[in-house]
C-alpha cells in the first residue's frame, strides 16, 4: 500500500536540510 508519510518525510527532510543550508550560507 502507498504510505504517503515516506513521501511527505522524504520532502521535509529535503526542505529542512535547504533551509540548513541557507541559514548557514546568510550566518557564514
Keep these: 500500500s502507498y504510505d504517503h508519510r515516506v513521501l511527505d518525510g522524504a520532502t521535509a527532510d529535503a526542505f529542512c536540510a535547504a533551509v ?4 548557514e550560507s546568510y550566518a557564514g
Design 20 to 23: 540548513k543550508q541557507k541559514l
